[in-house]
C-alpha cells in the first residue's frame, strides 16, 4: 500500500512587509501543486514557488533511521507562497497543501499570519540562539509558549543546528530536537521523565535570524564525513591561492543551505548576510560576526585555535588556519561601511527602538570571548633549512575587531540593546554609556562561565595574555533584577550556565523592557521564573 504524502515541517513566516507576508514549508517530494490557502472563510489561495536545496545530506552521524557509510544527498524540496493583501494588526488563518505527483495531497493545521506590525504596536519578540538540537531546548521553547503565548517574531542570534548541511538536524533527527520540530510544537523530547514537544512559534511569527559559526559549511566534499566537512573551513584567500578561482565559495567555506532555507531581508553587499528590518518600533541590524571554532588544545594533534597539527606542518592544504573571521566587520571593510550607512539612516535614526544582532560576545563570561576576536597572526617557526617546525597563531587584544571597531561605532549611533548567542549561558552588561549587551544562549545546554572559581582554557608560553577569567573587554556582569540564582553562599549569581536550567528572553516593545525566565527542566512540576528584567531608554 501507498503511504500517504507528509509535509517534512509545518508552514512558518519569513519577510513579512506592509501588505504582504511568505509562508515556507518543506516535503520530501516534488509534488505537482503547492499552495497556501487563507483569509477569513479560507477564500484566498496563493500559489508557492518550489525549488530544491542543493546541498541536504545524510551521513553515517545523521540520526533518521537510516544508515549511511558516507555523505549522500538526501531531497529535500522548499516551497514558498507570497501572500498579499494583508492589513497590518490583522491577523488571518491559514493552512497549506502540497499535492504529490500521484495526486494525494496532504494539508498543515490551521496558522495564523499577519503584515509587518506598524511602528506604534505593542510585539513581544522572542530572544534566542544556540538551539543545536541540545537537550533542554524542546522544553525552554514549550515554556515560552506557556508563559507568554504567541509572540509576534523571533530573533534568533545563530547557531541553528550543528552540522547545516545535515538536513535531519533541521527536519527530521529522530533524537527529537531537530531546530523546525522545536519551533513548530512538534518536537519529542524527554528530560526527568517529561517529554517536551517544543512551542507552535514560528508558524504564527516571522523569524530573524543570523549566521553562527554552525550556518558555515567548509570546504565541500573534500572530507569522509559531514561533522569533518564542517571542521574543514579554510580562509578565502589561502582557497585561492591553493585552488585558484574556481568555486571559491565550495574550496573555502559557504553558508548555501542557510541561505537556501531562510527567505531574509538583503542588503546590497551582504545579500542575506546581513541586513537591517524595521519590524513595529525595532529597527534590527543583523550582522556576520563569527568565526571557525577550533579546540583550544595544545597537543601535537591538535589542529586548533593556537596551533597546527603536528603531522600536517609541511602540508598547508591541511591546516585549519586558526579561528577563521568569515566576513570582516574591522574599520574599512565592506560589512562595516554597509553599517556605518544603515546606522546614518532615517529608518535606524527614527526608530524607537536601535537593536543589533549578531552571534560573536562582545562582552561574556562564558569560553567562547576568548581569544579576541581578531584575523589569527601566524608565527611560523623553521629550522635552519627552511623547514617548518612549528605553526602557533596569536590573537592581539588590541586588534579585537568587534571591541576596536564596532562597539564604538554602535555607542555613537545610540544602540539600545547588543544581542548575541555563542557560549551557551545568559549573561548581560551595561557599558559605561548604557548600552546593553545580552547574551541569551543558555537555551539547550551550556559550557559554563569563566567565573567563581571556573577558569577558560588559556595557552601557556603564548605571547599574548588570554584572558581566563571574567569578561575579557572589562564590564561586570549584571545581577540579574528579580530573582538572580545563588550561589552556595548565598550570594546572588550574575549568570546562568546550567544543564538543568534553561532561560528565554522576550522582547516587549510596548513597555521597552528585555525581560528573563527560567525554568528547571529537572524539577518539571517547577514554575516558570522571571529572573531580570531591564528597560531600553529611548
Ligand atoms: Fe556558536
Same mark, same amino acid.
Given at each position: 500500500?501507498?503511504?500517504?504524502?507528509?509535509?517534512?515541517?509545518?508552514?512558518?513566516?519569513?519577510?513579512?512587509?506592509?501588505?504582504?507576508?511568505?509562508?515556507?514549508?518543506?516535503?520530501?517530494?516534488?509534488?505537482?501543486?503547492?499552495?497556501?490557502?487563507?483569509?477569513?472563510?479560507?477564500?484566498?489561495?496563493?500559489?508557492?514557488?518550489?525549488?530544491?536545496?542543493?546541498?541536504?545530506?545524510?551521513?553515517?552521524?545523521?540520526?533518521?533511521?537510516?544508515?549511511?557509510?558516507?555523505?549522500?544527498?538526501?531531497?529535500?524540496?522548499?516551497?514558498?507562497?507570497?501572500?498579499?493583501?494583508?492589513?497590518?494588526?490583522?491577523?488571518?488563518?491559514?493552512?497549506?497543501?502540497?499535492?504529490?505527483?500521484?495526486?494525494?495531497?496532504?494539508?498543515?493545521?490551521?496558522?495564523?499570519?499577519?503584515?509587518?506590525?506598524?511602528?506604534?504596536?505593542?510585539?513581544?519578540?522572542?530572544?534566542?540562539?544556540?538551539?543545536?538540537?541540545?537537550?533542554?531546548?524542546?522544553?525552554?521553547?514549550?515554556?515560552?509558549?506557556?508563559?507568554?503565548?504567541?509572540?509576534?517574531? =523571533?530573533?534568533?542570534?545563530?547557531?541553528?543546528?550543528? *552540522? $547545516?548541511?545535515?538536513?535531519? &538536524?533541521?527536519?527530521?533527527?529522530? #533524537?527529537? /530536537?531537530?531546530?523546525?520540530?522545536?519551533?513548530?510544537?512538534?518536537?519529542?523530547?524527554?528530560?526527568?521523565?517529561?517529554?517536551?514537544?517544543?512551542?507552535?512559534?514560528?508558524?504564527?511569527?516571522?523569524?530573524?535570524?543570523?549566521?553562527?559559526?554552525?550556518?558555515?559549511?567548509?570546504?565541500?566534499?573534500?572530507?569522509?564525513?559531514?561533522?569533518?566537512?564542517?571542521?574543514?573551513?579554510?580562509?578565502?584567500?589561502?582557497?585561492?591561492?591553493?585552488?585558484?578561482?574556481?568555486?571559491?565559495?565550495?574550496?573555502?567555506?559557504?553558508?548555501?543551505?542557510?541561505?537556501?532555507?531562510?527567505?531574509?531581508?538583503?542588503?546590497?553587499?551582504?545579500?542575506?548576510?546581513?541586513?537591517?528590518?524595521?519590524?513595529?518600533?525595532?529597527?534590527?541590524? =543583523?550582522?556576520?560576526?563569527?568565526?571557525?571554532?577550533? *579546540? $583550544?588544545?595544545?597537543?601535537? &594533534?591538535?589542529?586548533?585555535?593556537? #596551533?597546527? /597539527?603536528?603531522?600536517?606542518?609541511?602540508?598547508?592544504?591541511?591546516?585549519?588556519?586558526?579561528?577563521?573571521?568569515?566576513?570582516?566587520?574591522?574599520?574599512?571593510?565592506?560589512?562595516?561601511?554597509?553599517?556605518?550607512?544603515?546606522?546614518?539612516?532615517?529608518?535606524?535614526?527614527?526608530?524607537?527602538?536601535?537593536?543589533?544582532?549578531?552571534?560573536?560576545?562582545?562582552?561574556?563570561?562564558?569560553?567562547?570571548?576568548?581569544?579576541?576576536?581578531?584575523?589569527?597572526?601566524?608565527?611560523?617557526?623553521?629550522?635552519?633549512?627552511?623547514?617548518?617546525?612549528?605553526?602557533?597563531?596569536?590573537?592581539?587584544?588590541?586588534?579585537?575587531?568587534?571591541?576596536?571597531?564596532?562597539?564604538?561605532?554602535?555607542?555613537?549611533?545610540?544602540?539600545?540593546? =547588543?544581542?548575541?548567542?555563542?557560549?551557551?549561558?545568559?549573561?548581560?552588561?551595561?557599558?559605561?554609556?548604557?548600552?546593553?549587551?545580552?547574551?541569551?544562549?543558555?537555551?539547550?545546554?551550556?559550557?559554563?562561565?569563566?567565573?567563581?572559581?571556573?577558569?577558560?582554557?588559556?595557552?601557556?608560553?603564548?605571547?599574548?595574555?588570554?584572558?581566563?577569567?571574567?569578561?575579557?573587554?572589562?564590564?561586570?556582569?549584571?545581577?540579574?533584577?528579580?530573582?538572580?540564582?545563588?550561589?552556595?553562599?548565598?550570594?546572588?549569581?550574575?549568570?546562568?550556565?546550567?544543564?538543568?536550567?534553561?532561560?528565554?528572553?522576550?522582547?516587549?516593545?510596548?513597555?521597552?523592557?528585555?525581560?528573563?525566565?527560567?525554568?528547571?527542566?529537572?524539577?518539571?512540576?517547577?514554575?516558570?521564573?522571571?529572573?531580570?528584567?531591564?528597560?531600553?531608554?529611548?
Amino acid at each position: 500500500m501507498k503511504s500517504a504524502p507528509q509535509l517534512l515541517t509545518d508552514p512558518f513566516l519569513q519577510l513579512p512587509t506592509d501588505t504582504s507576508v511568505r509562508v515556507v514549508w518543506f516535503t520530501e517530494f516534488t509534488g505537482s501543486k503547492h499552495l497556501v490557502t487563507y483569509g477569513d472563510n479560507f477564500g484566498h489561495t496563493a500559489p508557492a514557488n518550489t525549488s530544491q536545496l542543493t546541498r541536504t545530506r545524510e551521513d553515517q552521524h545523521s540520526h533518521n533511521g537510516q544508515i549511511y557509510q558516507q555523505p549522500v544527498n538526501r531531497e529535500v524540496w522548499r516551497h514558498e507562497a507570497l501572500v498579499t493583501g494583508l492589513t497590518p494588526g490583522v491577523r488571518v488563518p491559514y493552512w497549506v497543501t502540497s499535492v504529490r505527483e500521484d495526486g494525494e495531497s496532504v494539508s498543515s493545521g490551521i496558522f495564523t499570519l499577519t503584515a509587518t506590525p506598524k511602528p506604534g504596536t505593542p510585539l513581544k519578540i522572542l530572544l534566542t540562539s544556540d538551539h543545536q538540537l541540545k537537550p533542554m531546548t524542546a522544553a525552554n521553547l514549550q515554556k515560552v509558549v506557556e508563559t507568554v503565548g504567541q509572540v509576534d517574531g =523571533v530573533f534568533f542570534a545563530g547557531d541553528l543546528a550543528n *552540522t $547545516p548541511d545535515r538536513a535531519s &538536524e533541521w527536519f527530521d533527527d529522530n #533524537r527529537g /530536537a531537530a531546530l523546525f520540530p522545536g519551533l513548530q510544537g512538534r518536537a519529542h523530547y524527554e528530560i526527568a521523565k517529561t517529554t517536551y514537544t517544543g512551542g507552535q512559534i514560528i508558524q504564527h511569527a516571522p523569524m530573524f535570524t543570523c549566521i553562527g559559526n554552525h550556518e558555515v559549511m567548509g570546504r565541500f566534499a573534500r572530507t569522509r564525513s559531514l561533522d569533518d566537512e564542517f571542521n574543514d573551513p579554510i580562509p578565502r584567500a589561502v582557497a585561492k591561492k591553493l585552488y585558484g578561482e574556481k568555486s571559491l565559495l565550495d574550496h573555502s567555506f559557504n553558508t548555501i543551505t542557510y541561505e537556501e532555507i531562510f527567505t531574509l531581508p538583503q542588503s546590497l553587499t551582504g545579500g542575506k548576510t546581513y541586513y537591517a528590518v524595521s519590524f513595529g518600533d525595532v529597527r534590527l541590524v =543583523v550582522l556576520y560576526i563569527t568565526n571557525t571554532w577550533r *579546540t $583550544p588544545r595544545l597537543d601535537v &594533534e591538535a589542529r586548533g585555535r593556537y #596551533r597546527e /597539527a603536528e603531522k600536517d606542518l609541511s602540508n598547508p592544504e591541511n591546516w585549519g588556519y586558526g579561528q577563521i573571521i568569515y566576513e570582516a566587520i574591522a574599520a574599512g571593510s565592506q560589512q562595516y561601511n554597509w553599517l556605518a550607512t544603515e546606522l546614518k539612516s532615517p529608518e535606524f535614526q527614527q526608530a524607537r527602538y536601535k537593536v543589533v544582532m549578531f552571534h560573536h560576545p562582545p562582552h561574556t563570561l562564558g569560553d567562547n570571548i576568548v581569544p579576541p576576536y581578531t584575523d589569527p597572526v601566524p608565527m611560523i617557526e623553521r629550522d635552519e633549512y627552511g623547514n617548518i617546525q612549528g605553526v602557533r597563531y596569536e590573537y592581539p587584544q588590541s586588534a579585537d575587531h568587534i571591541i576596536r571597531d564596532l562597539v564604538p561605532l554602535l555607542e555613537a549611533a545610540n544602540v539600545q540593546l =547588543v544581542f548575541y548567542g555563542h557560549s551557551h549561558l545568559w549573561n548581560r552588561f551595561i557599558s559605561p554609556s548604557g548600552m546593553h549587551f545580552l547574551e541569551t544562549s543558555n537555551v539547550g545546554n551550556s559550557y559554563g562561565a569563566a567565573w567563581n572559581g571556573n577558569q577558560r582554557p588559556v595557552p601557556i608560553g603564548y605571547q599574548e595574555d588570554y584572558v581566563a577569567v571574567g569578561d575579557p573587554n572589562g564590564l561586570e556582569p549584571v545581577v540579574p533584577t528579580i530573582a538572580p540564582l545563588l550561589k552556595e553562599d548565598g550570594q546572588p549569581m550574575p549568570y546562568i550556565a546550567s544543564n538543568e536550567i534553561t532561560v528565554f528572553s522576550i522582547f516587549d516593545t510596548g513597555t521597552g523592557t528585555v525581560t528573563s525566565y527560567r525554568f528547571n527542566t529537572h524539577a518539571p512540576e517547577s514554575e516558570v521564573i522571571k529572573f531580570d528584567e531591564f528597560r531600553l531608554i529611548n
